[in-house]
T-cell receptor, first 115, second 112 residues
Framework: GENVEQHPSTLSVQEGDSAVIKCTYS??????FPWYKQELGKGPQLIID?????GEKKDQRIAVTLNKTAKHFSLHITETQPEDSAVYFC??????????????FGTGTRLQVTL | DGGITQSPKYLFRKEGQNVTLSCEQN?????MYWYRQDPGQGLRLIYY???????QKGDIAEGYSVSREKKESFPLTVTSAQKNPTAFYLC???????????FGQGTRLTVV
C-alpha cells in the first residue's frame, strides 16, 4: 500500500517569512495530492490540492509543487501570518471517477508563526 | 448549511462498553469515511463506504463496525474488542466524481 512521509514534524517561522513542508510517497500509481490544515480541536480543511498531470499550483500565498519522478511534493506558504499557525497534513491517493477517495496521510507538521 | 455533523464532540465511556459515534451529512455525497487520529500521527482509515448498504475495511478496522443504511448517515461503533479506543475520530464524505473528502469536526472519545 501507499506510504507517505512528511517533514519536518514541527516548524517555527517568524511572521512574514516563508514556510516549506515536504512529503514523499511510495506508490507511483498515486495521482492526487491534497494538503489539509487542522486547527486545534477541529477537523482538517483542504487548503490546496494537485493532480499528477500538473507540476505546480498556486493559490494566493500558498503553492504546491509535485515531482513525480522523485515521488515528492511540497507545500510553500509565503508571507506567513499568525493565523497560519496550525497542523498541516499532506496526503496521497489514487483518485478515479466513481470510486472512493481513500487518502493516505503524512504524520503532520505543526507550524508556529511567531511575531 | 451544508456539511458534516459529528456528535457528540466529547464522549466518555468505561472500558468494556461499546459506543457508537454519529456522522450525518447533507452534502448528497455518495462516499463516506471514518478516520482515527492519535497524537503525533496522521489520520488512519478505519472504514469507508462508496454507496448505501456497502462498506469496506480500511487499514485499522479491527475492533470497529459500521453500517450504511442511509446515504446521509454512517455511524461507527467502537467495540470492546478495540484495544486502544481513546482517540480523535473524524468522519468525512466525498462525491463519487473523484473529489477530495470533506471532514467533520470530530469526536474525541475517552475510555476510562
Amino acid at each position: 500500500g501507499e506510504n507517505v512521509e512528511q517533514h519536518p514534524s514541527t516548524l517555527s517561522v517568524q511572521e512574514g517569512d516563508s514556510a516549506v513542508i515536504k512529503c514523499t510517497y511510495s506508490d507511483s500509481a498515486s495521482n492526487y495530492f491534497p494538503w489539509y490544515k487542522q486547527e486545534l480541536g477541529k477537523g482538517p480543511q483542504l487548503i490546496i490540492d494537485i493532480r499528477s498531470n500538473v507540476g505546480e499550483k498556486k493559490d494566493q500565498r500558498i503553492a504546491v509543487t509535485l515531482n513525480k519522478t522523485a515521488k515528492h511534493f511540497s507545500l510553500h506558504i509565503t508571507e506567513t501570518q499568525p493565523e497560519d499557525s496550525a497542523v498541516y497534513f499532506c496526503a496521497a491517493s489514487q483518485i478515479n471517477t466513481g470510486t472512493a477517495s481513500k487518502l493516505t496521510f503524512g504524520t503532520g507538521t505543526r507550524l508556529q508563526v511567531t511575531l | 448549511d451544508g456539511g458534516i455533523t459529528q456528535s457528540p464532540k466529547y464522549l466518555f465511556r468505561k472500558e468494556g462498553q461499546n459506543v457508537t459515534l454519529s456522522c450525518e451529512q447533507n452534502l448528497n455525497h455518495d462516499a463516506m469515511y471514518w478516520y482515527r487520529q492519535d497524537p503525533g500521527q496522521g489520520l488512519r482509515l478505519i472504514y469507508y463506504s462508496q454507496i448505501v448498504n456497502d462498506f469496506q475495511k480500511g487499514d485499522i478496522a479491527e475492533g470497529y463496525s459500521v453500517s450504511r443504511e442511509k446515504k446521509e448517515s454512517f455511524p461507527l461503533t467502537v467495540t470492546s474488542a478495540q484495544k486502544n479506543p481513546t482517540a480523535f475520530y473524524l468522519c468525512a464524505s466525498s462525491p463519487r466524481q473523484g473529489r477530495h473528502p470533506f471532514f467533520g469536526q470530530g469526536t474525541r472519545l475517552t475510555v476510562v
